[in-house]
C-alpha cells in the first residue's frame, strides 16, 4: 500500500500489520492508518497535488490503496451547501 506502514489503534496504540481489520482484538478500539510521511513528502508536493484533476485521486498518494484506481470511482469536490432552514428547523445556528 505504497505509503502506509501500519494500522494503529487510537485507544490503546497497538499495532497491526496491514490487512482488512478494522478495531484493536484487544480493545476494540478504531484503528487508524499509519502513513510514512517522510517518504510522502519526497513523494508529492503541494504543487503537484494541486495542478491534478479535481477529485478523489488527486490524493491518491495519501489513500490506503494498492495501484491505480477503478474507472467509475472519480468523485468528490462536491460543494457544501448551507441549509439554513434545516438549521432552523433543528435549533442550530449554521449547518
Known amino acids: 500500500m505504497g505509503f502506509v506502514t501500519a494500522l494503529k489503534c487510537r485507544e490503546c496504540g497497538r499495532q497491526y500489520s ?17 502513513y510514512d510521511y517522510q517518504r510522502i513528502k519526497k513523494a508529492i508536493s503541494k ?3 494541486e495542478n491534478r ?12 490503496i494498492d495501484g491505480e484506481p477503478q ?8 460543494p457544501l451547501v448551507k441549509a439554513n432552514n434545516l438549521a432552523r428547523e433543528l435549533g442550530v445556528k449554521e449547518l
Open 71 to 78: 474507472a467509475g470511482l472519480y468523485s468528490g469536490f462536491t
Open 47 to 49: 504543487k503537484r497535488i
Open 18 to 34: 496491514i490487512e482488512p481489520i478494522y478495531v484493536c482484538e484487544f480493545c476494540f478500539g478504531p484503528l487508524e492508518v499509519v
Open 53 to 64: 484533476d479535481e477529485n478523489l485521486w488527486r490524493y491518491k498518494e495519501l489513500l490506503p
